[in-house]
């Protein structure tokens, strides 16, 4: 027994981490890193077109083609955004949620998509509480999986709608992307970064276009790991100096839900990070102001800056319908491997 | 009278110093004698095993499995687990009380043990150190030692209190037996499913602090200290923290009788294998970064690491096969420890055989005072591991002899191939 320390540490050959089979299928969008740069752009670039399409034209896109809605979290944007974009482009649509089936008899989440499967479904957009959900959902029914949100994890398609925002009031014209599309631009995301799959998927989407992200919240909602998790990333935990350099601002809820018993002082939290119309005015006067919702006026956002001329929010909204009928669209028809 | 003779083989015995061409005769669950390749007097009507290119070792000790008999027979049974064991070179077992009902008596102690079980190698039961391992109470430890328990841990619930701890500690040195601690601090882990760091962080998983599983071990370590006059054992289960293997170093260094075992995924693995959401990544304590599992690649290489220890942990394919989150812990090990150890400790990084060998069986049985074995000097008892070290083989979880098949170590390279397992003269395990 030698309980020395070793002297010097040996450089060792270890196992190397296995590479990911995901996605299985190339209609699947489980995490915005499904998608290459150009894969970013062609949705973007045909949101575009399905918005201004004739109606009759993109009701046959998709005609008769069954996709079910399977959701075990409240949604209002995001469930009703998949359903009337599945719809406008024809498909079929069936919602099952946890509370109002056999979810809530403790059937599991594999046998709830294999059941939906056979019952025709030939896409589902799942969203989930728990992270990771759609890669299971996918490894078990094989069937494109759109992730509607899982956990703390991903929200891919919010992702690509706020681009989406960004580029219709930074870069007015562009509609598609390249990697330097958004160079020169800071994104701050704002709030309780540590709970929100809509900062993950931002984090991992902005860089790849060439907008440098900035973090902003307290140490409890914004763990100094965050800028380690992917390249492109800083943390500036002073709001004011954050707001000064930024051109688009993304507000975040405080996610009471998962805080998972973390005390937090929340008149201290809007003193320090509250987006007031006169922070905006004298630090950021010609900012885009974003927000995923659900938006709690008073909280992190004063209804004044919400509802004002800098505010993107319900563009936001809007956006998301053109988004998922693009999203829906490649989830039906798409070949050849998908990250193309 | 029952005789095997071992011939042509390479008998390593580090416990004994010996590494050479050597024959073992066992007789009647006893060696009997060791002579050079040809030289043994009694073989006459003995079954001759021919392991000519083949390594003889010490059937190999496991210190840390879940065999989940009595009353989760649908992930595992004794006879399932041991057969596992058995083909994975493993003579003996040590299992964990963490059943239904919990081990806390000599009832279940003895019914563990008995023949019914159909047991395929040697079980050592260890007894939770309080009554339900609820915490509260001490378990009869004199009682549990006379039915055949080998140690105490309350391992998955691991004893918070300080006052616990002590009382274990004091009662467990009092008759002579080992407090084995899963340590980690539950109060800094709740809700959380693999390591705490940028990965965890990624992947929008709750994290468990390293610190959760140090500040255990260092509390520990502070009352075996407080206990010095007693002389405790203390010994960390499958520990995986820099900090918390520097802290037992230290206490070596003060001269406590602190030990403690790693895993082979805690020194192969890290938090990047969790991959996207592979629920056969989850465990606890959960793979670490890299930093850490470096560290228990050093522990092993220097001598601080007492045992390497599975943690076979069977679930029920349906219990993986669910949201990362939702999932049970821990993963299968008895039949990839051995073609890990040799394709990695040995191979790769060098470890000669001896010490590898030494910490799959002699280190071991040290440890517990499994008199008689994890050494086969004459008299011993007959735990015998026969195998071939040159091959190379790819392990398919499909086929292992456990009920469960959650590990990650599907489809990876080992070294070493088992070609006999005996325990106590018996056959165990004859590769088919």
Known sequence: MNPAAPAIRRALTTPPAPASSFPYNPGSLLSVLDLTVDGVSRLLVRATELDHEDPIVRDRILAKRRIALLFYESSTRTRTSFELASKALGADTTLVSNLSSSIEKGESLKDTGLTLRALGAEAIILRHNSSGAAWLLEEVTRLPIVNAGDGMHEHPTQALLDLRTILTHLRPGVSGVKPGTLAGVTVMIVGDILHSRVARSNMLLLPRVGARVLLCGPKELLPEQAARSSPGIEIERDFEAALKQSQAVMMLRIQAERLAGLQLDLEEYKASYQLTGQRLAALAPEAVVLHPGPIIRGMEITAGVADGVQSAILEQVTNGLAIRMAVMERALTAENGGRA | ?432
């Open chain 2, 1 to 432: 009278m029952t005789a095997v003779a071992i011939c042509g083989g390479r008998l390593v015995d580090p416990a004994a110093g010996v590494d050479g061409l050597k024959d073992v005769l066992l007789i009647d669950g006893r060696v009997a004698e060791i002579a050079g390749t040809g030289k043994l007097k009694g073989k006459n009507g003995a079954e001759i095993l021919d392991a000519t290119g083949m390594v003889v070792a010490p059937g190999l000790i496991d210190i840390h499995v879940h065999l989940r008999e009595p009353g989760q027979a649908y992930k595992e049974t004794i006879a399932t687990g041991t057969a596992a064991a058995a083909a994975g070179g493993f003579s003996s077992v040590a299992a964990m009380p963490n059943t239904t009902p919990v081990n806390d008596s000599s009832e279940v102690t003895r019914w563990m043990q008995a023949p019914e079980r159909g047991a395929q190698v040697r079980v050592f039961p260890i007894a939770a150190a309080t009554r339900g391992s609820k915490g509260e109470a001490i378990s009869d430890y004199a009682a549990l030692k006379s039915a055949g328990a080998v140690a105490v841990t309350d391992d998955g619930r691991p004893i918070l209190k300080d006052g616990m701890m002590r009382e274990a500690l004091a009662a467990a040195a009092r008759v002579g037996l080992t407090v084995i601690q899963h340590a980690e601090d539950t109060r800094m882990t709740q809700g959380a499913s693999m390591n705490l760091g940028p990965v965890s962080f990624k992947l929008g998983l709750r994290g468990m602090p390293t610190e959760a599983e140090t500040s255990i071990v260092e509390r520990d370590i502070r009352l075996v200290a407080e206990l010095r006059e007693a002389h405790p054992h203390l010994h960390v289960a499958h520990i995986s923290t820099a900090a918390a293997l520097a802290a037992v170093r230290q206490a070596r260094r003060n001269g406590l009788r602190v030990t403690c075992e790693v895993t082979p995924h805690h020194f192969l693995l890290t938090d990047e294998h969790v991959g996207l959401y592979n629920t056969h990544a989850k465990m606890n304590p959960p793979l670490r970064s890299a930093a850490d599992r470096d560290a228990m690649i050093e522990g092993i290489l220097d001598g601080v690491v007492d045992a390497i220890a599975t943690d076979h942990a069977p679930h029920a394919m349906h219990e993986k096969e669910v949201e990362f989150e939702l999932a049970p812990n821990g993963i299968i090990g008895l039949e990839t420890a051995l073609g890990l150890s040799l394709r990695w400790l040995h191979r790769e990084w060098r470890m000669p055989l001896g010490r590898v060998l030494s910490l799959l069986s002699a280190q071991p049985a040290a440890l517990l005072g499994l008199k008689g074995r994890g050494t086969l000097t004459v008299g011993s008892y007959a735990d015998v591991v026969v195998f071939d070290p040159k091959v190379e083989w790819t392990y398919r979880a499909t086929e292992s002899q456990s009920k469960a098949k959650n590990t990650p170590f599907d489809g990876w390279q080992m070294q070493g191939k088992v070609r006999w397992t005996l325990s106590e003269g018996r056959i165990a395990y004859a590769q088919a």
